[in-house]
């Protein structure tokens, strides 16, 4: 279950908090709505719960607060918005880096892309994604690690009716099988159609805390739905009625033969209906009005059904089809087998929360006259234990809805059925935690997207030209010739690259937080700096290794093998090279990670020969690789031992390249950055 106790949004400026002081309870093997208007604060209450946003409160997630999880995406799966993926990552490759992240079998991801409906789109771009799929994707994504917690925010915003109503079927689904489930909305009938227990928010403040029943009661509009061929004579009819006898009746037209009664009951319309001889189709109580887009989908249903079709049997004309309906007010539906199984379902641990309450009591937005409800063919009234909203002529709404264009991928076969939606199949054994996961998860996400490809192609070319020019002007030393590294350029392209792709390693996850749940808003972990720091070292030498080889190569058919040998000093030479660039990936890394941003990674590179540079030379007063000289030799006599191996040389040049006026302003921009890193890390634990 969920408790949040005191969750107060931090105020801006002079401005009053969005939200003060809510407290609330959802339990387990239920659905709760929080309900409120545009700026009423409700996806504010989902992020101070989940830590996204700082604040005051605490929420607690079957007892322990979030940053007290070791593995939080297993507790909750959250859909807040849009998919915070890269939109030029594919579906299926975003879903298979969440399961590197999560330490899931890459199976996982095609579990779910089947149980959303998403197979024929795997391959799809995120950018490509229509509204309805990115929210499937975002469902798919909340449900990977088979959590135990459901935190969705307007889950079913810019869908259309039947995908809406499939959604709500997953949710209802989750909740029977003992998981708690939270979603805000804005639609009191939404509210009323799904939830269990409502909990409204008005501007900022929890004003009512409601089960279903109690919100239908006191916060939706009741009246009495009515569908008669006669329409327009009985709504003038009970009007003249209701003006004689000094009643407040309002009768409301809502197209074709079709009328909403407030202030009414369905025995006096029915009894008016009786006495001036009109047949009536249809008579039942409702609470809530049904909105613009169910009217309209009841209007395209009556006209499509004043439409004889030969090709569908079993649909005559609009007289014959409702000749069968029955006059009498609906059967209740307290006694739905539902209700028990729900509550045989329930976790064992959640025993001691009130149970749920009897259908025939949380019945939310309508009661259906009995001939409408019983239809097996409708894949709303078996969506959902707690779903009995009006369906009249659904059937032919469903069968229409079910002929979608052939490039938008179906719904499971389940909804179209009748039966709850199918989740994901339980994860039963969990990982063991395993140091190489963020390595992984590292790769998937660098070699998911075009960029590093790009980078490195353009690197290399733009490195092998420069060497070319280089060349033809003369009078370039032949280790920077190799290095494509003018005097006059602050850094070759090598490193560029290598300190660019090192920045868009974390940049990214601000940019694109697909962790953000797991890791809070600033994904701080140490294990996922080391996987960021490994993998742009490794991207650094191989980028440095294949610039040089292009070079070589370009240089040797266009001049000649005169200016492609190799030097004499040139373990010295390679190891500095080397350690130059993969200090600007790692540049690029934490400067990122501290910054929050790409571009401040590179010009945090950019800066240390700008800036570092001149600083450390004026600082050493000259060359001082001379000092480097012996120094293997001085730390032996000082140690008392003898180097392995020829293990000097790798010493004396390891000693070269730090006390070159590059190297030493790289190595303290590093100590900087990752001292910088560290404080922030473990300043963000302490708060």
């Known amino acids: 279950m969920i408790q949040a106790i005191g969750l107060t949004s931090t105020p801006r400026k002079e401005h009053p908090p969005a939200v003060d002081d809510v407290s609330f309870e959802a339990h387990s093997g239920r659905v709760t709505a929080l309900l409120g208007t545009p700026g009423a604060g409700r996806t504010t209450v989902l992020r101070l719960m989940l830590e996204l946003q700082k604040g005051r409160g605490i929420t607690y997630f079957r007892g322990r607060p979030l940053h007290r999880i070791a593995h939080p995406n297993r507790e909750v799966g959250v859909l807040l918005g849009e998919v915070p993926g890269h939109p030029a990552r594919t579906v299926r490759g975003h879903l298979r880096m969440l399961c590197a992240a999560a330490g899931l079998p890459v199976r996982r991801a095609d579990e779910v892309l089947e149980v959303v409906g998403l197979v024929s789109l795997r391959e799809a771009r995120l950018s490509t994604l229509s509204r309805g799929m990115d929210r499937r994707l975002g469902l798919a994504c909340a449900l990977l690690s088979d959590p135990h917690t459901l935190v969705l925010d307007e889950p079913t915003h810019g869908l259309s009716v039947r995908e809406g109503r499939w959604l709500h079927g997953i949710m209802r689904a989750h909740a029977t099988q003992g998981g708690t489930v939270l979603f805000t909305t804005g639609d009191p009938k939404e509210a009323a159609r799904i939830a269990d227990r409502v909990l409204t928010l008005e501007q900022g403040r929890l004003v009512a805390d409601q089960d279903v029943a109690d919100f239908s009661r006191t916060r939706l509009r009741p009246r009495v739905a009515v569908r008669t061929p006669h329409a327009a004579r009985l709504g003038a009819l009970l009007t003249k009625e209701a003006r004689t006898a000094r009643r407040s009746v309002e009768v409301v037209r809502e197209g074709g033969n079709r009328l909403s009664v407030y202030g009414s009951t369905c025995a006096e319309v029915g009894e008016t209906a009786f006495r001036h001889g009109i047949l009536v189709h249809q008579l039942a109580d409702e609470i809530g009005d049904m909105g613009p887009t169910a009217a309209a989908t009841a209007a395209a249903t009556e006209t499509a059904a004043a439409t004889p079709t030969p090709s569908r049997p079993g649909e005559g004309e609009p007289g014959e089809a409702d000749s069968g309906d029955s006059v009498e007010e609906p059967q209740g539906v307290g006694d739905d087998p539902g209700a028990a199984t729900q509550e045989r379902r329930m976790s064992p641990a959640d025993s001691s929360t009130p149970s749920t309450p009897p259908v025939a009591h949380r019945s939310p937005v309508s009661h259906t006259n009995l001939a409408d409800s019983a239809d097996p063919a409708d894949p709303i009234a078996h969506s959902s234990p707690t779903d009995h909203t009006d369906h009249t002529n659904t059937t032919d709404a469903s069968r229409r809805l079910s002929h979608q264009p052939p490039h938008l991928p179906r719904l499971p076969r389940s909804v179209e059925a009748g039966a709850l939606p199918p989740l994901p199949p339980p994860i039963t054994v969990r990982p063991a935690p395993n140091p190489l996961r963020p390595v992984l998860y590292e790769l998937r996400r660098a070699t998911g997207v075009g960029t590093g490809y790009v980078t490195a192609v353009v690197v290399i070319v733009v490195s092998a030209v420069m060497a070319v020019v280089l060349a033809g002007m003369g009078h370039t030393p032949q280790p920077r010739l190799l290095a ?204």
């Open 484 to 687: 494509a590294w003018p005097r006059e350029v602050p850094l070759p392209p090598a490193a560029v690259g290598a300190g660019l792709l090192g920045a868009i390693a974390f940049g990214d996850e601000f940019r694109y937080p697909a962790l953000a749940v797991d890791r809070g808003p600033v994904p701080r972990r140490l294990g996922l700096l080391a996987a960021k720091l490994l993998v742009s070292a490794v991207t650094g030498l191989l980028l440095a290794l294949f610039t040089v080889g292009c070079d070589l190569e370009v240089l040797y058919l266009l001049h000649g093998p005169e200016l492609t040998s190799v030097p004499g000093a040139w373990l010295p030479l390679g190891a500095s090279w080397l350690g130059f660039v993969v200090g600007c990936a790692w540049a690029g890394v934490l400067a990122a990670g501290v910054f929050r941003s790409t571009s401040a990674g590179l010009a945090a590179v950019v800066a240390v020969p700008l800036l570092v540079v001149p600083l450390v030379q004026k600082a050493l007063q000259g060359s001082a690789v001379r000092h480097a000289i012996g120094f293997p030799m001085r730390l032996r006599e000082l140690v008392l031992t003898q180097w392995p191996f020829g293990g000097d040389r790798y010493v004396e040049a390891a000693a070269q390249v730090i006390v070159q006026p590059e190297g030493g302003a790289l190595l303290l921009s590093l100590t900087a950055l990752l001292g910088a890193y560290l404080f922030t890390t473990v300043r963000s634990r302490v708060r």
